[in-house]
């Protein structure tokens, strides 16, 4: 069965920290990749996606994330971090077809010390 | 725009009471999401609508009844909830994965519903 794996779940950092989240899938065939941040009390809002191209994606609120196909893996990175991204953040992969199906990773949640 | 509009934010109700949860949406997006999110967890999918049909129900309990009236608007009936029931409801939209596209849609979420049963 397809999952999604995040190692990070409880990551703290302080403000202009570098960011590094891990997000591994498992499925062999053409996915679609997403991170999801969840600020707190906010619903979820899409932070950046990968359908195809250029493996390196830039997103809104300065991230990015690197699609590494060889790796199954989609890590997400911000290069100085603010107080204001903590949030929980959400990896999500569906397979290229016709169900629609996004399948969540556990989640990491951010704490940015001021 | 993408916006995704649910009431009501908040809902108490008793393990005999009936409600319902609504969502709207005015993207144009032809399939429609429920997930159920506890605290500090994932989003985990109940039901998918794709054209005004259902087309997944994750073996959702059938306390659960989803209505999907027309291309904008989807409903969660809710009848004889449980306290484990407690949770945030999301709904999501897109453009359908029948659409042909290429299986290329990206979901956006509501605010959600909090739903507390005692």
């Known amino acids: 069965a397809q999952s999604v794996s995040q190692h990070n779940h409880h990551v703290i950092l302080s403000e202009a920290a570098s960011l590094e989240l891990g997000c591994n899938y498992s499925y062999g065939g053409t996915v679609n990749l997403f991170w999801y941040v969840q600020y707190p009390g906010q619903h979820l809002q899409l932070l950046l996606k990968y359908f195809s191209g250029d493996p390196l994606v830039k997103g809104i609120k300065g991230f990015e994330a690197e699609f590494i196909k060889s790796k199954f893996s989609f890590n997400l990175r911000k290069p100085s971090v603010q107080w204001s991204d903590t949030a929980e953040y959400f990896c999500?992969?569906?397979?290229?077809?016709?169900?629609?199906?996004?399948?969540f990773g556990q989640g990491t949640t951010l704490q940015v010390k001021p | 725009d993408t916006e995704v509009t649910q009431t009501p934010k908040h809902l108490v109700m008793g393990m005999t009471n009936k409600k319902s949860l609504k969502c709207e949406q005015h993207?144009?997006?032809?399939?429609m999401y429920w997930y159920k999110q506890k605290a500090k967890k994932p989003p985990e999918l109940m039901f998918v609508y794709s054209y005004e049909k259902l087309s997944i129900n994750e073996s959702v309990p059938s306390r659960f009844s989803p209505e999907c009236p027309n291309s904008s608007l989807l409903n969660l009936h809710l009848h004889a909830l449980q306290p484990e029931d407690s949770a945030l409801y999301l709904c999501?939209?897109?453009?359908?994965?029948?659409?042909?596209?290429?299986?290329?849609?990206?979901?956006?979420f509501g605010p959600g519903t909090r739903l507390l049963v005692l």
């Open positions: 999500a992969v569906s397979r290229r077809g016709n169900t629609g199906k996004l399948i």
């Open positions: 993207m144009g997006h032809r399939a």
């Open positions: 999501a939209s897109s453009t359908s994965p029948l659409a042909g596209e290429g299986g290329l849609e990206t979901q956006y």
